[in-house]
């Protein structure tokens, strides 16, 4: 941590007597204050559009091109970009979670990323501001967790539940990181000890060991409370989520079923036979950036576990392809999307090269570097520590039509005309079942259509009847 006067920012201490450090923390704080607060109005306010703000028809024409577009980019983009988000959010964290650190080029790439895990104490001079120390940062995120927690499940609202869910996914790395970097001391020889994540924090003090029982306790209601109420509630609704046997006609009835909307961002980029999929993410993602701070810390079976387990996630993504493919409302595949499978593959990737870079970092730094004679010099293991975390960034730029047929980049073969990983007899018996529903469609319609006519004509016979007699 920092000497006095100086605060943590984006990965070096600046000085608070500096006054562009304290105006920026003091803005940070501000800047995270209206937004948590100005969620509420945003939500509740979401019906008055950019076209009810427009004023003109001709610039409520561009209005409505413009966000058409938005909307376009955001549905193709938004899984491939939360994919991508996630990982950076893991890179910016390893260094600490490795106790590793990396070359300067790739220190800035990883603070910069650092932005995505929305810790604003972490990226802003906020200890210019106020006294922030580890203990504090964990307890300021629990307990915002925990109110707006209350609040929406007071409020009852779909929307706030949903909006609650993805700010808490995103957040929920960076806050067990801060949870399990409370139970982690070093002692000295002359028997002091200190928390490694923050030096200024005696382990052996009363407000500590009371962090400790604190930071328990959000350990089981924050890291393992949230995966886990997230899997019950799509454990209870699964049969909602994955309700026919039949893929196409499943994702119809559940596209349709309102009672789905509050929990929907959990599953609805997903195939239905794998509704689970979220929470095997989130799982992952809060081993590989908060439990992994205590396991081992800064061994070489510390980066060889993180390898193992990211193998075995590659080789289980591969197999059951969870994403699904964007489609048209026509039903065709969307050729200018990305395919998200291999977007994500792209990004386990990423993360295996990344931790065997980090492997060889830790040897080179073990041992010494030789700048001299040595092949591994730090600029060079620099340079591909950087060059490997472009990786997604490039394959998310692919679209599904290029590649021979819309494999997205060659890693995931997927035919336009196929479903992704059907075989040709496959596809004839889904085409079979499409049109046994088809016909079913039109004779249920012609059934509907014959008994208008009947009720039709028999109003007409009863009516000249009536006008005979009269």
């Known amino acids: ?18 006054d562009s450090a304290k105006t920026s923390g003091f803005a940070a704080l501000f800047l995270f ?58 890179v910016s964290m390893l260094s600490v979670a490795l106790a ?11 603070n910069v990323g650092g932005v995505t895990n929305l810790d604003v104490f972490s990226f802003a001079p906020t200890g210019c501001a106020v006294v922030m120390d580890i203990h504090r940062r964990m307890l300021s995120y ?93 454990w209870k609704h699964k049969h909602k989520i994955n309700p026919h046997e039949d893929r196409d006609e499943a994702l119809r009835i559940r596209a349709e079923d309102e009672s789905l909307d509050f929990i929907r961002f959990m599953f609805e980029s997903y195939e239905p036979e794998c509704w689970y999929w979220e929470v095997v993410e989130m799982v992952r993602r809060i081993f590989m950036t908060g439990f992994l701070v205590v396991l081992f810390r800064g061994s070489y079976s510390q980066i ?8 075995v996630a590659i080789a289980y993504l591969a197999s059951r392809k969870p994403f699904l493919q964007l489609r048209k409302e026509d039903g065709e595949v969307d050729e200018d999307a990305p395919n998200n499978n291999t977007v994500a593959l792209a990004m386990m990737w990423q993360t295996f090269v990344t931790l065997m870079l980090c492997n060889v970092l830790k040897g080179k730094e073990d041992g010494g570097w030789d700048e001299g004679t040595g092949m591994m010099t730090k600029k060079r293991l620099d ?21 021979g047929g819309g494999g997205g980049g060659g890693l995931v073969s997927v035919v336009p005309v196929l479903e992704e990983g059907e075989s040709l007899e496959a596809k004839i018996a889904r085409l079979e079942r499409e049109k046994k529903a088809a016909e079913a469609r ?22 000249a009847e009536l006008k005979k007699k009269n």
């Not at 937004?35 to 409505?64: C, E, H, M, N, W």
């Not at 340079?383 to 599904?400: A, D, H, I, R, Y």
């Open 442 to 463: 039109e004779k249920e319609a012609l059934a509907e259509k014959t008994a208008e006519k009947t009720k039709r004509e028999a109003v007409e016979e009863e009516l």
């Open 33 to 90: 204050v209206v937004a948590i607060a100005g969620y509420g109005i945003f939500a509740s306010r979401q019906k008055y559009g950019v076209q009810q703000r427009a004023k003109g028809d001709a610039l409520r024409r561009t209005a409505a091109q413009g966000k058409s577009w938005a909307k376009t980019a955001f549905k193709r983009y938004k899984v491939g970009g939360k994919l991508v988000l996630q990982y950076y959010q893991m």
């Open 304 to 311: 060889c576990i993180c390898m193992v387990i990211t193998v």
């Open 100 to 110: 590793l650190p990396f070359p300067p080029i790739m220190s800035g790439v990883a």
């Open 383 to 403: 340079v591909m520590l950087v060059c490997s975390q472009f990786l997604g960034l490039f394959v998310l730029g692919f679209k599904t039509k290029r590649g």
């Open 142 to 234: 629990t307990v915002v967790i925990i109110v707006a927690g209350l609040a929406t499940s007071v409020s009852k609202s779909a929307s706030h539940f949903q909006g609650f869910l993805v700010a808490v996914s995103f957040i929920l790395p960076s806050v067990t990181r801060l949870i399990f970097s409370t139970f982690t001391c070093v002692s000295l020889d002359t028997g002091e000890s200190f928390l490694i994540a923050d030096k200024s924090i005696d382990c052996g003090s009363s407000y500590h060991e009371i962090m400790v029982l604190y930071g328990v306790a959000m350990a089981f209601l924050v890291c393992a409370g949230v995966p886990g109420g997230c899997f019950w509630l799509l």
């Open 1 to 18: 941590m920092c000497e006095d006067e100086f605060a943590f920012a984006a990965g070096s201490c600046v000085s608070c007597k500096d």
